[in-house]
Nanobody, 124 residues
Framework: QVQLVESGGGLVQSGGSLRLSCAASGRTFSSSAMGWFRQAPGKEREFVATISGKGGTTLYADSVKGRFTISRDNAKNTVYLQMNTLRPDDTAVYYC?????????????????WGQGTMVTVSS
């Protein structure tokens, strides 16, 4: 089993920045790709970013490319999402997820473990 705990969400003005963290336990962290997804009110959960087991490969949704950066510290069993130039349409609950594979994917169903989510609200 893998436990994932997100933190770092909050209220920020448009154009501001936040850094989300996701602490993982229960599995060899460096063998698992990690991902971030988000779900806005009334919408489907959507892919944001993913990073491979040792961090060498990343992939982003077009909507966040150039503004968000995913990274990981395997010594701390933690994955991060640095979010810059935030916009009101970034408002959502952000979820951390882990796969059983080394490389990540944009597909929600490929992720086996999920955190409880952290709310990000961007005001205009």
């Amino acid at each position: 089993q893998v436990q994932l705990v997100e933190s770092g969400g909050g209220l920020v003005q448009s154009g501001g920045s936040l850094r989300l963290s996701c602490a993982a336990s229960g599995r060899t962290f460096s063998s698992s790709a990690m991902g971030w997804f988000r779900q806005a009110p009334g919408k489907e959960r959507e892919f944001v970013a993913t990073i491979s087991g040792k961090g060498g490969t990343t992939l982003y949704a077009d909507s966040v490319k150039g503004r968000f950066t995913i990274s990981r510290d395997n010594a701390k069993n933690t994955v991060y999402l640095q979010m810059n130039t935030l916009r009101p349409d970034d408002t959502a609950v952000y979820y951390c997820a882990a796969t059983n594979g080394y490389f990540g994917t944009t597909m929600r169903n490929a992720y086996n473990y999920w955190g409880q989510g952290t709310m990000v609200t961007v005001s205009s």
